[in-house]
C-alpha cells in the first residue's frame, strides 16, 4: 500500500469522527421546582414560553421535583452533575437555596415570591451578582411605587389592605 492512499484511508474512517465532533452539544434546561402544598410544574406552560421564545418545541427538560425540603438538595447535586447549561428554580426560596449551594458556576433562573435580596440569595434586583438572577412578585424595592399606584387608581382612598401567605410578613408605611 503507497504512502498517499493510506492516509486518504485514514482520513476517510476518520471524517465520521470529525464531523460528530463539530456538532452541536444538546442545550439541557434543569428544572427544581417545589410542591410544598400547592402544584407541580406547569410543563406545558414552560414548553409554551420556551417556545414562543425562539427555544424551539422540544427542548431537553430535565425535571426535579419534591415537596420535602430534605430531597431539595440531592436533586439540586445531580442536576450539576447531570452538567445542564441553566437551572430554573420556584416557586419558593427552597429550591433557590439548594441551587445555589450545589453550584457557582451553572446559571441559576428564579421564579420567587418573596424578596431575594432581603433573603440573601442576590445582591440586588439592578445587579443580582453571581449566577442567580430571576424575577420576583414581592420586592421591597418596589413596595412606594404599587402604593403609589393604588393611590393613582384610588385616589380618595383613606385604608389600603392586602392579603398575604402565612410565609410573608407585612409592613405598613
Do not use: C
Not at 13 to 23: E, M, N, V
Not at 35 to 59: E, S
Not at 156 to 169: E, I, N
Amino acid at each position: 500500500m503507497r504512502r498517499r492512499e493510506f492516509i486518504a484511508g485514514i482520513s476517510a474512517a476518520a471524517w465520521p469522527l470529525t464531523a460528530r465532533g463539530q456538532q452541536p452539544r444538546t442545550q439541557v434546561i434543569g428544572v427544581l421546582w417545589g410542591r410544598f402544598g400547592g402544584t407541580g410544574f406547569p410543563m406545558p406552560a414552560f414548553r409554551q414560553g420556551l417556545a414562543d421564545a425562539g427555544f424551539g418545541k422540544n427542548p431537553t427538560i430535565e425535571l426535579r421535583e419534591t415537596d420535602l425540603l430534605s430531597q431539595l438538595r440531592a436533586l439540586a447535586n445531580d442536576l450539576v452533575q447531570r452538567q445542564v447549561n441553566v437551572i430554573f428554580t420556584g416557586p419558593t426560596v427552597g429550591p433557590l437555596r439548594a441551587a445555589k449551594s450545589a453550584t457557582a458556576t451553572i446559571p441559576i433562573v428564579f421564579s420567587y415570591g418573596g424578596d431575594p435580596v432581603k433573603d440573601g440569595l442576590v445582591s440586588s434586583l439592578a445587579h443580582p451578582g453571581g449566577n442567580v438572577t430571576g424575577i420576583t412578585s414581592l420586592a421591597s424595592e418596589i413596595s412606594g411605587k404599587r402604593v403609589d399606584l393604588l393611590h393613582q387608581l384610588v385616589p380618595d382612598a383613606t385604608r389600603m389592605g392586602f392579603l398575604s401567605g402565612p410565609q410573608q410578613q407585612a409592613s405598613a408605611t
